[in-house]
């Protein structure tokens, strides 16, 4: 017979895959704001006015396309153009 999990068993669990779930977004969101440009270092968002943000591998670290797509993500009309 399986031993029944607590709660925070199940909860701890839950939280454990939806933080998979999220990396793997994250990942897929980079992928597709850097465009395809696998040695690209620089990442920025512009919108209909021009650039607005840069982010780079030098000075966000490895994760800056994704944080260039996150940003760019919560405003309607913003796009990341890869360097």
């Keep these: 017979m399986a031993k ?6 199940i909860a701890a669990a839950e939280a454990a895959k939806i933080a ?3 990396a793997k977004q994250a990942e897929a969101d980079a992928k597709k704001a ?5 040695n690209a270092t620089v990442a920025h ?6 650039r607005i943000r840069t982010y780079s591998k030098e000075d966000h670290g490895a994760d800056f ?8 993500g919560k405003m ?3 796009t990341v153009v890869a360097e």
Aim: charged share 35%; aromatic share 4%; net charge positive.
């Design 4 to 9: 029944k999990k607590s709660p925070e068993e």
């Design 20 to 22: 998979k779930a999220a």
């Design 34 to 38: 850097l465009g395809g440009k696998k």
């Design 45 to 50: 968002v512009e919108d209909a006015n021009g």
């Design 65 to 72: 396309a994704v944080l260039a797509a996150e940003f760019a």
């Design 76 to 78: 309607q009309g913003r």
